[in-house]
């Protein structure tokens, strides 16, 4: 008998013990992020930053422009409305549980500005979502707001 | 990375001395110093989040049957038949002959100390009010030094903090059958084993 080259598939099948690490911690935004989650919450308004030299605005905003490293003082609001940059369908969840309705998550770059963020188109067919597509933010009511990505719902096409 | 002539501390960061700019283009740096209240009365938005780090940690082959010998009230040991040494914990493969161990050998519940610490707080840090002697026992019948990690009762600890515990002759004290779960606090302590030094 050879037990030691033995197998073990599944930690469960023998003595075993569970455990939950605990790692919880809190994450602040920084400057940047703060000014822009801010606004969103209180505003329910997309705001970049604008490096006149390059003439660039970026969303989300950053401090520092990363072509010429200048710092980044304009503040400047960017609507809601942008293209999806790029999308992928989503049928199970961040745990690997299915979902029961696929997701559509897309990579939207909202008009005039450099870079761009992730997020769940809604009020769309799957069968229609394509590259290029126009869509706008969807927020949250204001009493429900509280300072962070979700609260935008959504993004949906502009009828 | 970074200057080639800044001193570095034992990470091999830089230390940036008072005064020093790392940039000409920043003259000083953004942002502020938090203190927990600004956390508590929510002056910056914050992210919380929960990792789901669930683990199941398998005791293994060898293990789970020394855990299920210790409801019996038993201790178990694997011999390996090419060197003969008989190992408590038990292995499945024997680290000196790097080959599989081969049969399973019941020990004894006796031993010796073979070395021991006093502690002075408990498992969940909090200090004890009576410190506590933990000590590396050799199990007899096993091979020479082959042994767990238990508690020892019943010793006077002014003669613990002398030294005088090394070499002592400790036997297992076991729950009642029907309290046993199969986990080494299934044996609750060793005490010195009576009518011996």
Redesign the interface.
């Known amino acids: 008998m050879n037990m030691s080259i033995e197998k073990i598939r599944d930690p469960r099948d023998i003595k075993h013990r569970f455990g939950d690490m605990e790692a919880d911690y809190i994450y602040t935004l920084g400057v940047a992020g703060e000014r822009f989650f801010r606004e969103i919450k209180e505003n329910a308004k997309i705001f970049g930053t604008k490096c006149t030299k390059c003439n660039i605005i970026y969303v989300p905003p950053r401090m520092y422009c990363e072509r010429c490293f200048e710092e980044l003082k304009d503040w400047i609001e960017v609507g809601s409305k942008g293209t999806v940059h790029t999308f992928t369908i989503a049928y199970v969840d961040e745990n690997g549980n299915r979902l029961e309705k696929p997701e559509i998550w897309a990579f939207i770059k909202i008009h005039g500005t450099e870079g761009g963020f992730i997020h769940k188109l809604g009020e769309v067919d799957i069968e229609d979502v394509c590259i290029g597509m126009e869509v706008e933010a969807v927020f949250k009511e204001k009493e429900q707001r509280t300072g962070s990505i979700t609260d935008i719902l959504y993004f949906k096409p502009v009828k | 990375m970074g200057r080639s002539n800044a001193s570095r501390n034992s990470n091999n960061y830089e230390i940036i001395k008072e005064g020093e700019k790392v940039?000409e283009?920043?003259k000083e740096y953004?942002?502020h110093a938090?203190k927990a209240e600004d956390?508590k009365e929510g002056k910056?938005?914050?992210?919380?989040?929960?990792?789901?780090?669930?683990?199941?940690?398998?005791?293994?082959?060898a293990?789970?049957r020394f855990?299920?010998e210790l409801k019996n009230g038993k201790i178990i040991a694997r011999k390996c038949n090419k060197c003969g040494r008989i190992m408590v914990p038990p292995r499945?493969?024997c680290e000196w002959c790097f080959k599989?161990?081969d049969e399973w050998v019941y020990v004894k519940d006796t031993g010796r100390i073979v070395t021991y610490s006093i502690s002075y707080i408990s498992a969940e840090r909090g200090r004890l009010e009576k410190p506590m002697v933990v000590a590396v026992i050799a199990i007899d019948g096993a091979s020479e030094n082959m042994g767990i990690l238990h508690k020892v009762e019943g010793v006077d600890i002014e003669e613990a903090k002398a030294g005088k515990l090394f070499g002592m002759r400790v036997k297992a004290v076991w729950k009642p059958p029907e309290e046993r779960e199969?986990a080494i606090t299934d044996i609750m302590y060793f005490k010195p084993l009576e009518g011996e030094g």
């Open positions: 940039s283009k920043i953004p942002g938090l956390f910056v938005l914050t992210t919380k989040w929960r990792p789901n780090a669930k683990y199941a940690w398998s005791a293994g082959i293990v789970s855990l299920k499945m493969f599989p161990t199969g």
